[in-house]
């Protein structure tokens, strides 16, 4: 008599594109690429201190001196350096510690940008997770601007009007966006919709950087020149930053809400990398290789460069697109893709990679 036999059910078979970038992961580690690299930030954060520094003994020198809105700008370039410290720690890039990264985060975010730790991290979690992902990443979501056609089309009037002009209005609008950026942080943290971690620590951090600082500047170098000051620093670190985070998703591909895409596919196709040498390297503190951030976002900076070409030959090996242009081209292809989507152009997959995002759902 024949007796039967059990077999335990097989596992489902693990996506290839699941499997391909476990193999690439397996490569980066083993280069030594995602090891912290807590001696370099050490010295990062020296230098920043050091920057700072510079700029009080020049703010204190210069006196009632409307050469102080130079002073200004160097105080907005020192924020936004900061700020991008605060996106490593968020990211966990700096210590073993996740605590320590959070601490790192949280005091640096809130009192040299004048931005909400707790806001930040809701808003970018969801960013990093779906980026251009339509109803789901925050980035895109219908404000002055619109980035997606339909929520163009609802729009009557003089926002119709300017949704047809965003494009021209990209620029100056970057001036408001450290105010949008506090003006949210500060809903965030006194809001009782949301729970805020640290709430009182954020809040304190808050008030020294955005009530204390500017009442102490316009103590001392008067109402005119004060008040000309706070306004030159908010437009520069504005400029600064919007002009740094801009580039690396606004012009790319939108997702349908619907649309289901491989991890790979999803960070890659949604972002675009900037050139341009150790300029811009240090000037958009590792955010041009936007791609490699998204791959891998616990990635110390400092190594971004480095995967750049495991990742582009990864890519063109699965023939995925690599978007990688150069500063100022990729500012004329945001002003294009707003004006176009303001225009009503109901397609905002009209670019090389739609084949490859349509069969990947």
Excluded at 54 to 71: A, E, I, N, P
Excluded at 250 to 262: E, Q, T, Y
Excluded at 275 to 293: F, T
Aim: aromatic share 10%; proline share 4%; net charge positive.
């Amino acid at each position: 008599m024949a007796t039967a036999t059990l077999s335990r059910p097989a596992r489902p078979a693990r996506d290839k594109h699941v499997t391909d970038f476990i193999a690439l992961t397996e490569r980066v580690r083993a280069a030594g690429l995602m090891k912290r690299e807590i001696r370099w930030y050490v010295r990062r954060m020296i230098r920043l201190g050091l920057g700072f520094a510079v700029v009080g003994v020049l703010f204190t020198t210069l006196g009632q001196s409307w050469w102080q809105m130079v002073t200004a700008v160097l105080f907005a370039i020192m924020c936004t350096l900061t700020g991008f410290l605060s996106h490593d720690a968020a990211h966990r890039q700096i210590f073993a510690s996740a605590k320590k990264n959070s601490w790192t985060a949280l005091i640096t975010g809130n009192l040299f940008v004048g931005l909400s730790h707790g806001w930040w991290m809701n808003k970018h979690g969801k960013h990093h997770a779906n980026p251009n992902k339509v109803g789901v990443d925050a980035d895109i979501a219908a404000g002055a601007l619109v980035f997606d056609p339909e929520s163009a089309s609802r729009r009557t009037g003089f926002a119709k009007w300017f949704a047809a002009r965003q494009g021209w209005f990209f620029f100056p609008l970057l001036t408001l966006a450290a105010l949008d950026l506090h003006v949210g942080s500060t809903r965030r943290v006194l809001g009782s919709k949301h729970v805020v971690p640290h709430r009182w620590v954020e809040i304190t951090l808050l008030v020294v950087r955005l009530v204390l600082l500017p009442a102490g500047v316009l103590l001392f170098l008067g109402p005119w020149i004060g008040l000309a000051f706070i306004v030159v620093q908010e437009v520069a670190l504005g400029l600064y930053m919007g002009g740094s985070f801009a580039p690396n998703h606004k012009g790319m591909p939108l997702v349908a809400k619907d649309v289901k895409i491989d991890f790979m596919r999803r960070q890659t196709l949604m972002s675009r990398n900037i050139s341009g040498g150790w300029l811009v390297d240090a000037g958009m503190g590792g955010l041009n290789y936007q791609i490699e951030h998204h791959l891998f976002p616990t990635m110390s900076s400092r190594n971004l460069k480095r995967v750049q070409p495991m990742v582009r030959a990864y890519c063109a090996e699965r023939r995925i697109a690599y978007t990688e242009t150069r500063l100022w081209q990729s500012y004329m292809i945001v002003m294009r893709y707003l004006n176009r989507v303001g225009l009503g152009h109901r397609d905002p997959f009209e670019c090389p990679v739609t084949a490859q995002l349509r069969s990947a759902r």
